[in-house]
Structures are given as C-alpha cells and as structure tokens.
C-alpha cells in the first residue's frame, strides 16, 4: 500500500515562502514521474509542478519563475520550494505520480493572506 504524505503547509503572507515536502513509502519512488498539484475550494486539482526520475522539472505558467521542485530518491521525497506567494497560491496541495498512479494523501493547506 502506498502512503503519501505532504506536510508544509501554513499561513502565510503575500510576497512570504514556504517549503512543502511528500513523502513516499510503500513503492519504488525513484522511477517515478512525480507530481504536485493543488486544488482550491470549488476548482479542479491542477497539476503545477512535475520532475522526472533524473530531475528534469516543468512547471505550470501560473507559478513558473516562483516555484521550484526537487527530490531527494534516497528519501523517496519530493519537495516543493514556493516563493513569492500570492493569495491565489491558496489551495490546498498534494503529490502524485503525474500518471495519477496512487491514492491520495490527504494533502497540506496554503493559505496566503495579509
């Protein structure tokens, strides 16, 4: 059974960070496409953040220049770097494979507001 767990979350103020972090257990996480997506009250979960195995990253046009993704594969982490936040940043975030392979975890709550 695979568990992913995503912690990091907060409140934070417009222009602040914060450091997210998924942790994997229960798969072989270091051949993964892994994903972070966010999903904000009464919208769809987007993809914003993807990494490859090798660490090739993209980004969705919305945090591009803001967001950095990384990972760690003897962690079998992903972690989600995010600077300069604004309030539309608020949402709800989680990790997933970006083939959506495994349950989701329950996800960390950002919350950017002054």
């Known amino acids: 059974q695979v568990q992913l767990v995503e912690s990091g979350g907060g409140l934070v103020q417009p222009g602040g960070s914060l450091r997210l972090s998924c942790a994997v257990s229960g798969s072989r996480f270091n051949i993964r496409t892994m994903g972070w997506y966010r999903q904000a009250p009464g919208e769809q979960r987007d993809l914003v953040a993807g990494?490859?195995?090798?660490?090739?990253?993209n980004y969705a046009d919305s945090v591009k220049g803001r967001f950095t993704v990384s990972r760690d594969n003897a962690k079998n982490t992903v972690y989600l770097q995010m600077n300069s936040l604004k309030p539309e940043d608020t949402a709800v975030y989680y990790c997933?494979?970006?083939?959506?392979?495994?349950?989701w975890g329950q996800g960390t709550q950002v919350t950017v507001s002054s």
């Open positions: 990494i490859t195995r090798n660490g090739i990253t």
């Open positions: 997933n494979t970006v083939d959506l392979t495994w349950n």
